[in-house]
């Protein structure tokens, strides 16, 4: 099975503007979460969509937005970036066997966002 | 909220000797444990998870073992390789419905020939 693909690769945006970003996760696979990596505060939460529903959610604020498609491809869209907001964002698809069992997360390669 | 704490931040061992990384987490109803491996440039691997209702698990040269009642778990990789060299995270699951982790800090582990 082809992996977790994220588009695009890398990204320069600066601040004020708005982004999105797109990930398609492993064939089967319904659950797509979101994570920040940055040096400084490592890898965080960001959201996780389920059949087309937020399921959970991170302590970002409301300018980092998701939404999920009825093929479970999934897009992140950050509103007024921030220069704080330049990070690697991995997205992670899992099989879902039952909505109270946790799941092995396979991640994307990640786009790296610099905001100038 | 859960907080995981991971220990030490930078690891340093020669090849063939073991490696051990501790976490510790707070929410104790947390019930699953993945650690992930991060290579320089590379997308984080799961390596080894375990479950709450498990005490140890093992793959080969990597173990994790879990203390519910303390609220820590530790990797242990034996006999390493200069392949092993990496960033290692843990995790610990924040919500019974769906996927939802804290992350710790991560390891530098390098093994040196």
């Known amino acids: 099975k082809a992996g977790v693909t994220q588009t695009p690769r890398y990204l320069i945006k600066t601040r004020g503007q708005q982004v999105t970003l797109s990930c398609s996760p492993i064939s089967g696979h319904r659950s797509v979460s979101w994570y920040q990596q940055t040096p400084g505060q490592g890898l965080q939460f960001l959201f996780e969509?389920?059949?087309?529903?937020?399921?959970n959610k991170g302590n970002f604020p409301g300018r980092f937005s998701g939404r999920q498609f009825s093929n479970s491809r999934s897009e992140m869209n950050v509103s007024t970036l921030e220069l704080g907001d330049s990070a690697l964002y991995l997205c992670?698809?899992?099989?879902?066997?039952?909505?109270?069992?946790?799941?092995?997360?396979?991640f994307g390669p990640g786009t790296r966002l610099l905001v100038l | 909220g859960e907080n995981v704490e991971q220990h030490p931040s930078t690891l340093s061992v020669q090849e063939g000797d073991s490696a051990v990384i501790k976490c510790t987490y707070s929410?104790?109803?947390?019930?699953?444990f993945p650690w992930y491996k991060q290579e320089l440039g590379k997308r984080p691997q799961l390596i080894i998870d375990?479950?709450?209702?498990?005490g140890e698990k093992k793959d080969q040269r990597i173990a994790v073992t879990l203390n519910k009642t303390a609220k820590h778990f530790s990797l242990h990789i034996t006999e390493t390789q200069p392949e092993d060299s990496a960033v290692y995270f843990c995790?610990?699951?924040?919500?019974?419905?769906?996927?939802?982790?804290?992350f710790g800090p991560g390891t530098r582990l390098s093994v040196l020939p």
């Open positions: 995790a610990a699951s924040i919500s019974n419905y769906g996927q939802n982790f804290v």
């Open positions: 992670a698809s899992s099989l879902v066997r039952g909505t109270n069992y946790q799941e092995t997360q396979y």
């Open positions: 929410d104790s109803a947390s019930n699953y």
């Open positions: 375990i479950r709450s209702n498990v």
């Open positions: 969509y389920f059949s087309e529903t937020q399921r």
